[in-house]
């Protein structure tokens, strides 16, 4: 079963680092994300960099779930990426990128399940949390967005 990728993007009149600022936040990631509550670093670990690790935790509707982190890449005001293990075996990259364009930046988030068993492939695909997820991306990035707009970190 082929795994699942997803990106959406958004133009935001916000700057690059305050954007930044944000999204490397996992501790606040729940402020953003309608599907993630938050997260705390793991191992001493208190901002990204390669290696480093922390727990996200999850919601959808009753469902709760964790997954471990860790950051695969990490360039302040340029990109954030990590893959989130499920004990389930599941394996999600998510990746951030800051692009800066005129007077703005052209924020983007994108997902790529690798490596996931196709169980979880097929109910996932079944409760259609594909969809599901560039909706609530899209959510994430509206917000992060208007909070970098207005300062408020």
């Known amino acids: 079963m ?9 133009r935001s009149p916000a700057t690059a680092d305050s954007l930044w600022t944000l999204l490397s936040d ?13 997260g705390r670093w793991l191992d001493g670990a208190s901002k990204p960099a390669v290696g480093a690790r922390f727990r996200g935790n999850n919601r959808w509707g009753v469902m709760r779930w964790s997954t471990t982190c860790e950051v695969v890449a990490a360039e302040p005001g340029r990109r954030l990426t990590f893959d989130a293990r499920h004990w389930s075996g599941a394996t999600t990259r ?14 983007c988030e994108r997902f790529e399940t690798v490596g996931t068993p196709t169980v979880v492939l097929f109910l996932d695909g079944l409760a259609g949390r594909p969809d599901r997820l560039l909706d609530s991306m899209k959510m994430t990035l509206q917000h992060l967005s208007q909070k970098a707009e207005l300062g408020q970190h």
């Open 2 to 10: 082929k795994q699942f990728s997803g990106e959406v993007s958004l």
């Open 26 to 38: 996992v501790t606040q990631m729940g402020r953003w994300s309608p599907e993630c509550t938050g």
């Open 94 to 107: 998510w990746s951030f990128e800051l692009v800066p364009d005129g007077d703005a930046t052209v924020l």
